[in-house]
């Protein structure tokens, strides 16, 4: 965030909504027509206190008797004013809820957007379900204020400063009075409005983290059940739910509390207005219509006072879940795309790493100062033991996260000067799970193409199958492509979701691969066709393999041995193990371990 930018978290509430407005424009789209039908609407309302006077003084009470015709006339022209004040509100509710809806979906795809321009390195520093509830649960409160409270807000302004104008008028004694009596309130206002900020924001968090529970609870349910952690689970999620239940609770007790305060002095200021208008009628300073309008005009004016609190509520609400996806949108974009993207060279792509440090946040360097040449169709295989930097060389590569220091290039491009776009046309990553959507195998591996459903998407599949040799597995398939995978790829084997991974890796005819050893997580049996696929995959293309056995090593043209962040060897196989160093001893105890 740019220095000089309050956070949201430090907001005020009029600055807050400032500012998210400011992020959803649309939604103040045609704003002064609809506050325009809106002050009509409130307009509407005061027409029924005039009748009641009118109809009261030259009417009813008239001087020479009831005027049935004067009370006629005016119940006709409030009931036409009236219903052009109904059309008013009701056209500018409409008016409202599709702009609040154009501007929440903009705010919406902005904060999705966000999420995914984010690194992985800075994703994975929150809970995917909290990251959700931010973009789903925070910006519905918005909605359900700005649809419901925000209007009510406006005609309650509207409505207040027009009983009053209109009290003012028939009796600025009484008008004064109904002020005096809700001082308190006003005075209350700022004390109770900061609680129950701190109440809402508190209940947005809880709504995160229970969301976060149950989306674990539900994507590990294998894992939960395979291994009897059900009561554990269960008793995490019911954690999760009664901290959210408490300060849900205690956030409606507060908003409880204030509204009765307001009703409280809603009540006493008609009393007042009762007694001293009385006073005032006897003393023939004020006509019984002219009280009777007071009192009809003291009830549209306590109305919206005695609403102010639930306003309030879902206000407080709104503006908590509203600082949580503003601090989404502030949370910086650490891999930024270049101001000038620069072109990758045409056909396969060799790799370079110039002098590369990384580490991550708030821990010491995983790589120091690595430098390493990977000319173009070279298979390579990055071995080391676990934790030693393999995995954050292939995130380095595909530029998931950038260095501390030192260049990544590919093709001689610095991968910072290359469009997002076309760096992932052209640099592919395959990992042990490939995530499958819950659409058919070809919908799957069509996901790698820039448009699925181009009349040439099934051709493009089709083709893919073809060139890796995969026809009879697909043959095999109850529906062919057409079977459907199921959620997260359940319907398929660990194998099977595997070799959609690659023809989806296939069908985009990527010139560089990244692979963190596709076939360790497989069956024997699909093991033996996932191996010989990734071998026609890998023909005439660059490829690095993050090596947990080093069956593949022995197969590469080129063997990366990495020791703690450092890269301690670099040849064929043939050529480390002639050296009888750490990567002779590591494949001995490979083979020993593998017979």
């Avoid at 379900?129 to 649960?137: I, M, P």
């Avoid at 700022?190 to 983290?209: E, H, I, M, T």
Wanted: charged letters at 15%; one cysteine or more.
């Amino acid at each position: 965030m740019s220095s000089g930018i309050t956070p949201a978290s430090e907001l005020g509430v009029i600055a807050t909504v400032r500012r998210g407005v400011h992020e959803s424009p649309l939604m103040l789209r045609g704003i002064w027509l609809t506050l325009g039908l809106a002050a009509l609407a409130t307009a509407g309302r005061i027409v029924v206190p005039f009748a009641v006077q009118r109809a009261t003084d030259l009417g009813v009470l008239a001087p020479g008797g009831p005027d049935v015709g004067v009370v006629i006339t005016t119940a006709l022209l409030a009931a036409c004013v009236l219903l052009v004040a109904s059309v008013c509100a009701a056209l500018s509710n409409a008016r409202l809820f599709a702009s609040t809806e154009a501007g929440l979906a903009q705010l919406r795809t902005t904060a999705f957007r966000h999420v995914h321009d984010m690194s992985v390195l800075t994703q994975n520093t929150e809970r995917r379900g909290a990251l959700v509830s931010r973009v789903t649960s925070d910006v519905d409160t918005i909605s359900q204020f700005v649809q419901w409270g925000g209007i009510m807000l406006v005609l309650s302004s509207l409505q207040i400063l027009a009983a009053t104008v209109a009290m003012a008028i028939y009796s600025w004694q009484l008008a004064v009075l109904v002020w005096l009596c809700l001082v308190p309130m006003a005075l209350l206002a700022p004390r109770a409005q900061k609680s129950l900020n701190v109440a809402y924001l508190l209940v947005r968090v809880k709504v995160g983290s229970m969301l976060a529970a149950v989306s674990e609870s539900v994507v590990g349910a294998h894992t939960i059940r395979a291994y009897g952690i059900g009561i554990r689970t269960q008793s995490r999620l019911d954690t999760a739910v009664r901290e959210h239940r408490n300060s849900a609770v205690r956030a409606q007790t507060l908003a409880a509390a204030a509204f009765s305060t307001g009703v409280l002095l809603s009540g006493v200021a008609l009393s007042a207005v009762v007694v001293a208008g009385s006073f005032l009628g006897v003393a023939g300073e004020i006509s019984v219509g002219h009280l009777l309008a007071v009192l009809f005009l003291v009830q549209l004016f306590v109305g919206p006072v005695q609403n102010a609190t639930e306003v309030l509520n879902e206000l407080q609400n709104a503006v908590a879940g509203w600082r949580r996806v503003l601090s989404l949108l502030e949370t910086p974009i650490d891999v930024v795309e270049p101001a000038r993207p620069a072109t990758l060279p045409s056909g396969p792509l060799g790799v370079r790493l110039e002098d590369v440090t990384f580490a991550y946040p708030g821990g010491p360097p995983v790589l120091r100062g690595i430098t390493l040449d990977i000319p173009a169709t070279t298979r390579v295989a990055v071995v080391g033991r676990t934790g030693s930097g393999k995995t954050t060389i292939a995130r380095l590569v595909t530029r998931f996260t950038d260095p501390a220091a030192g260049r990544v290039l590919i093709g001689g491009v610095d991968v910072r000067d290359v469009a997002d776009v076309d760096l992932r046309r052209r640099v592919v990553t395959l990992t042990q799970e490939g995530f499958l959507f819950d659409t058919t195998v070809a919908g799957n591996v069509a996901y790698g193409l820039p448009d699925p459903e181009a009349p040439g998407a099934r051709a493009r599949v089709e083709a893919a199958v073809a060139e890796l040799e995969l026809e009879d597995w697909v043959a095999s398939l109850p529906q062919g492509l057409d079977t459907p995978v199921g959620q997260r790829g359940e319907s398929l084997s660990a194998g099977e979701r595997q070799l959609v991974a690659l023809l989806r890796t296939q069908v985009v005819g990527a010139d560089l691969l990244v692979l963190d050893e596709a076939t360790s997580a497989v069956d024997p049996a699909t093991e033996l066709r996932t191996a010989r696929a990734l071998t026609r995959a890998m023909a005439g293309r660059t490829s690095i393999t993050i090596a947990h056995r080093l069956s593949t090593a022995a197969q590469s043209d080129l063997v990366v041995v990495v020791t703690d962040g450092e890269i301690a060897e670099v040849g064929t196989h043939e050529e480390l193990l002639a050296r009888g160093e750490g990567y002779s001893a590591m494949f001995a105890s490979w083979l020993s371990a593998t017979r």
